[in-house]
């Protein structure tokens, strides 16, 4: 059985150590040794886990070998080694199942060629699916409390040129920024994100907008 064993250390000073890579390596080759597999290495150096599969070279070429069948499969030492989300393990775990290669993580007793591991794979695929849904609610309640504030959503519109005169007469005159923040909101002249309250904050960063303009 041929097998794509794929190694990735995040930075410059990992990459020119090779300590971590050569950890990960030999921890494949010695699961290699055990189950009969034939082993290519292939490594990304000085890529973060967080980068997606199709920017880190040695992982896409990994990825590519797998699905044009030059090898059986894709082994990691770590699952972090491979990939920092769950959701996008998943992405790969059914990359793995739709193009039939075997999806192996070490450190996690994953293997999509055993039925045990094919089991926990379902189990991480289970989490993910709960992640991207967790993310969909976060999202939903940010908007949701954006709109109790009054702030209009989309593109950010500018503070009418009648407004900006308004607040540097009344700054000039001596008001402060709270009491002219007050006054905007007493006369139901709404901000530039559409907001129905000004504050302190708000006013200072007109005055050094049009300053700085």
Known sequence: MKMIGYTRVSTAEQASSGAGLGAQEHAIRERAEREGWEVVMVQDAGVSGGTRAEKRPGLSQALAMVAAGE???LVVAKLDRLSRSMVDFATIMERSRAEGWTLVALDLGVDTSTPAGELMANVFASFAQFERRLIGVRTREG???KKREGVQLGRRRAV???????IQTMRAKGSTLTAIADTLTANNIPTAHGGARWYA??????LETTQAA
């Open 160 to 166: 009418p040129s009648h407004v900006v005169a308004t």
């Open 71 to 73: 090898a059986e499969g």
């Open 143 to 145: 908007l949701a409390q």
């Open 201 to 206: 904050s708000t006013v200072r960063h007109v």
